[in-house]
């Protein structure tokens, strides 16, 4: 049998992956905070998460109303309310002056919202395929945090672990050549007549 012998690349434990400094994915924070896991995406400020949850609520909303059978339970809904209120002869109010009741005085978003957290603007048109973004910039940062993830998960497989070897090679190959075109630039000035 023998002594079992560590090697200092393989053997042993390894420490914790750390994850590095964050940005708050929600659209306006944009605090910097330190991740207790390594798929955290918010911040854990009061006002962000409670930003967050009436986001989150006015998808869950958003999706219900544009169920066929949502709308129908609605209608039906609107009728036994039309039907339950007094049909007493009332004297008509001018409409500028009389405040806005019902549905009229309820400020609704429009039915599709943007899929970054905490923006409420509505996608962009888009003729070929129904958007998800209202801007670059939302999905940008989203495809950012995605692919973070990804490559988090990645990381922890021989397969991440090579791609990464290539990525990190590559990149100090182009940093190299950078670096002696730099130096090629500054060692001969161009002479102008």
Known sequence: ????????????????????????????????????RWNQRYCQDPECRRQLRRWQAARRQARRRQDDAVKV?????????????????????IPEVTAARGHAAKFFLPTPLCDRPGCHEPPQKSIRNPARFCCPACRQAVRRVRERERKWLL???????????????ATRARRSRQQQDTTRATSFPATTP
């Open 1 to 36: 049998m023998g002594c079992r012998h560590h090697n200092a690349k393989s053997g042993g434990r390894r420490r914790p992956r750390r994850p590095r400094l964050r940005i708050c994915l929600r659209k306006g924070c944009g605090h910097q905070f330190l991740p207790r």
């Open 73 to 93: 339970q609605h209608a039906e809904a609107q009728r036994a309310r039309r039907q339950r209120a007094p049909s007493s002869p009332q004297v008509p109010k």
């Open 155 to 169: 990381r922890a497989t021989f397969r991440g672990r090579r791609a990464r070897d290539r990525e990190y090679a």
